[in-house]
């Protein structure tokens, strides 16, 4: 019960492998516009998991962009 009761006090949120912790700005972020601690760690996680897939993607295009420039057919005007 201890550790159970631990883990609440320190406001830590283990979901999928990764633990969120709210900042005091975030708290009175959620405070302020009537959001409990879990929503808004959902909220921050969301944040994140569409920034990792933004940096994903333009890694992708940059990765086509690169493939494209190297390949013959952005020499050979013909083409």
Known sequence: MQNLTRRFV???CYNNSM????TDSDKEYAKQHGLTFGE???FKE???REEEM???WYQMKEKERMDFEN???AIYAAW
Do not use: H, Y
């Open 40 to 42: 808004m760690r959902d």
């Open 54 to 56: 933004m940096v994903t």
């Open 46 to 48: 969301d944040m994140i």
């Open 71 to 73: 390949s013959p057919q």
């Open 19 to 22: 633990t969120i912790e709210l």
């Open 10 to 12: 320190k406001e830590l």
